[in-house]
Every structure is written in structure tokens, then in C-alpha cells.
């Protein structure tokens, strides 16, 4: 990038920013217009038949629920790991950019590896309480 301009510079990123938005805007708009040719009205009903906690019991729920929250966690971590190492990629040889990834990075691992104990826990947990209670579930 040493041969372009100094106001070209800006409107690489410009347009690097416009096309990562544009891009997320996508994967999120995609999926929502897909489901939307068989929805259904939005009830509390609905929403209860679709995560399967209508037929569950309590714990079984929270599982569920837990599981979901983890999960979403989980993806959160990752994206912001592939999002440090974008700007390790457009730092150009700036410290201050690399500096800046190397933490975005080493902040999403330590999140990632909370997240994956806080799932080790949830399991020792639910199998635990399912031993205790002569009960079987999968967590």
C-alpha cells in the first residue's frame, strides 16, 4: 500500500468498512429472509414449540437455555478473534494497530477459554445432579 496516496488510504478503508457492514448485514438478513417464507405469528406459543421447551421439564430447559447462551458466547469469542487477527492483517507495519490486534486477541482467548470452562461446569453439573437424581439427560 506504499504506493498509494495518502487520501487513497482513506478510501480503501472506507470502502472496507462499507463492504465488512454490507457483509455482516447479509449473513444476518439472509438466514431471517429465509425463515420468513414459513412463519408463522410471532407467539409465545410459537416460541415454545420452536426451542422444544414446551414438552420439557425445568431442568431440562435451563439446560437448553444455557447451552444457547454458551453457544452464542462461544461464536462471539471466535469472531472477535478472526476480527484481531483482520486487524493484525491491515496493520501495515503501524505498532500501534498490531498492538491493538495482539490484545483484541489475547482478550477473545481468555474469553473463549472462560466460556469453554463455564461449559465443563455446566456438564459436571448436570450430570451430577442426574446421578443424584436417578434421572438421565444429555447435556
Do not use: C, Y
Not at 491493538?100 to 477459554?113: E, T
Amino acid at each position: 500500500m506504499e504506493h498509494l496516496k495518502g487520501g487513497d488510504k482513506t478510501h480503501m478503508k472506507k470502502f472496507a468498512k462499507l463492504a465488512m457492514i454490507a457483509g455482516a448485514v447479509m449473513a444476518v438478513a439472509t438466514p431471517v429472509a429465509v425463515m420468513a417464507q414459513d412463519a408463522t405469528p410471532f407467539s409465545i406459543e410459537s416460541l415454545q414449540t420452536k426451542t422444544g421447551l414446551k414438552d420439557t421439564d425445568l431442568k431440562k430447559a435451563v439446560l437448553n437455555t444455557l447451552n444457547l447462551v454458551l453457544g452464542l458466547l462461544t461464536l462471539v469469542a471466535v469472531i472477535m478473534v478472526i476480527f484481531g487477527g483482520f486487524i493484525w492483517l491491515t496493520a501495515a507495519g503501524n505498532e500501534e494497530k498490531v498492538e491493538r490486534a495482539k490484545k483484541v486477541i489475547s482478550a477473545a482467548v481468555i474469553g473463549l477459554i472462560i466460556v469453554l470452562l463455564s461449559w465443563a461446569v455446566v456438564i459436571f453439573v448436570a450430570r451430577t445432579t442426574s446421578n443424584v437424581t436417578n434421572t438421565s439427560t444429555e447435556a
